[in-house]
């Protein structure tokens, strides 16, 4: 069965006109080497422009990925299976909008299936994946996650929590090194239901 998918703002497409060239993105790595006092000419920077953009292709995939598309295939051959589906401690890498530096943590991602409907286990993962791999900050993913699930699942309740540590925080400024940051993203049954919102936190151990 497929499920009919809702259309938002999150499934942005990237102007590819305007894209500049992968040189122009390399030239663009030998500036920064230059900026911070480098010399981009020796020997153990000579490649470094290239794969650094090439990291980043790899890092920043989830611009060129269609979220919606991966949860468009449904299926309800569970044996009337309706309670929880839980998928716990999704490990994550994703990158700051503010500066850039790694966001590194776990999600734990939770459904309600309507009608027994429910999606393949692998998919979660993979849709925290293609909004982890774009510039972040940790609410706007935690809201990503749970919105495109519900809108593409038709789930009786979403609830997503992502605990994560800000390398932004850790190597800078502030240095609170070891510090999370929990985020959460409830609907449904999930938001409306306090005895379910805390069956979930309790299943992720947080309550
Ligand atoms: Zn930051």
Request: hydrophobic share 35%; charged share 25%.
């Amino acid at each position: 069965m497929d499920a009919i998918v809702r259309k938002t703002s999150q499934t942005m497409q990237p102007d590819e006109t305007n894209r500049p060239s992968r040189e122009e993105a390399e030239a663009a790595v030998e500036t920064l080497l230059r900026w911070i006092g480098e010399d981009p000419s020796r020997e153990g920077l000579l490649d470094t422009p290239r794969r650094v953009v090439k990291a980043y292709e790899e890092l920043f995939s989830g611009y060129r990925q269609e979220p919606a598309s991966i949860l468009n295939r449904t299926f309800d051959e569970v044996a009337g299976y309706d309670d929880m589906v839980l998928l716990k401690n999704i490990d994550f890498t994703s990158h700051c909008e503010h500066h850039m530096v790694p966001i590194i943590g776990k999600a734990h991602v939770a459904y309600l299936p309507n009608g027994g409907r429910v999606v393949g286990l692998s998919k979660i993962p993979r849709i925290v994946e293609v909004y982890a791999r774009r510039l972040q900050t940790q609410e706007a993913l935690t809201e990503q996650i749970a919105g495109i699930i519900d809108g593409a699942l038709g789930a009786r309740g979403v609830a997503v929590m992502l605990e994560a540590e800000h390398m932004c925080m850790s190597m800078r400024g502030i240095r609170t090194k070891g510090s999370t940051t929990i985020t959460t993203s409830f609907y449904g049954t999930f938001r409306d239901d306090k005895s379910e919102q805390t069956r979930f936190l309790t299943m992720v151990g947080a309550k």
